[in-house]
């Protein structure tokens, strides 16, 4: 697969790297062990070498997950994780104390059994602990060789420019894609101006875009998207449109709605690395078909242009949630 550098930070990836999240968290139950592995697996047999996971995806559980299924390869590939919530916990609300992210920071390099963090974000903004603190906290973790990179999730334009001044931010990892354009107001603008590397999350639309999704289905006990105001069931009749749109503009590619959907962002910037999750190899397979989906100018103005006079309607999240997240 194609590699991708992360902006200014000289860290190299695959074009396409797996979000893990999905085997342990947020989607309903757990992926078993057995089978998560097998799938780490067969995407660094694939050519995958960027792996995201979490302290909060399950207090550990996923970082232990990865790290088990990475331990043969591990040299040869860039593990992300993140600190930022109580406990792991994102009910319990924020915090980057230095003190908590040096704790995090331990414990993870534990549950993924390496001696260092190739990539560390900021899980959210807390607003209860200046920038500067946390980026001087991490800049430590840097200098004592246990961290390489340090990235922001969800940040704001302010808080990335005070971060980035005190320990220069190598990946911005937010939710992008034909689902959610926001980051292109004001966000991707920035990345460009400073050399930090955009990380989309959920580049699917949580799945919407692969018009697996529609108004009549049934989200399963524990998956979030059931309390997400975007998926309630008319908003997702009304967004249909767009999952129309797409798959008419993928069949005239002869390619599936999924591989359209992150072919045109790996168009957008040539730092930009989505990081599609899933459980299932076969879906696996087909997300890393988007890899070698190239889109020319006249294809993206044509999905611009098919795609613009469509309003979204929805939420994102709750208010509840966003409340507790921070920018």
């Known amino acids: 697969m194609e590699k991708r550098i992360l902006g200014n930070s000289g860290l190299e990836v695959s074009a396409l790297g797996l979000g893990c999240m999905g085997l342990s968290f947020a989607y309903g139950p757990a992926t078993d062990n057995a089978t998560g592995i097998a799938l780490i ?13 979490a302290q909060a995806y399950g207090q550990g559980a996923n970082e232990e997950l990865v790290g088990e299924a990475v331990a043969p390869f591990r040299d040869q590939i860039v593990i992300a994780t993140k600190f930022g919530f109580t406990d792991g916990l994102v009910a319990k609300g924020l915090d980057s104390r230095p003190e908590n992210i040096r704790a995090v920071t331990e414990a993870s390099l534990k549950h993924l059994k390496t001696d260092h963090i190739d990539l560390l974000y900021q899980h959210r903004v807390d607003p209860n602990v200046p920038m500067e603190d946390v980026a001087g906290a991490v800049k430590e973790l840097i200098q004592a060789g246990k961290v390489k990179h340090f990235g922001m999730s969800e ?13 220069p931010v190598a990946a911005l990892q937010s939710e992008y894609s034909l689902f959610w354009r926001e980051p292109e107001k004001e966000i991707l603008p920035l990345l460009e101006e400073l050399g930090i590397g955009f990380v989309p999350f959920s580049p699917l639309g949580k799945g919407f875009l692969t018009g697996k999704i529609d108004n009549t289905t049934k ?36 390619v599936t709605n999924a591989q359209i959907a992150l072919a045109w962002l790996l168009a957008q910037k040539p730092w930009i690395v989505p990081i599609p999750g899933t459980t ?11 890899a070698s989906v190239v889109l020319a100018a006249a294809d993206l103005n044509e999905i611009d242009a098919a795609l613009s006079h469509i309003e979204l309607v929805g939420e994102r999240y709750p208010a509840a949630i966003r409340d507790r997240q921070g920018r």
Not at 41 to 52: H, I, N, P
């Open 41 to 53: 697996r067969g995407a660094f047999e694939r050519g995958v070498t960027f792996f995201d996971t």
């Open 155 to 167: 940040a704001g334009v302010r808080s990335i420019r005070a971060a980035h001044a005190v320990q």
């Open 280 to 290: 299932k190899l076969h879906r696996l397979e087909e997300n890393l078909g988007g």
């Open 219 to 254: 989200f399963g006990e524990g998956d979030f998207r059931a309390t997400l105001p975007r998926f309630e069931a008319e908003n997702r009749k009304a967004n249909m449109d767009l999952v129309d749109r797409l798959g008419e503009l993928a069949k005239k590619h002869g």
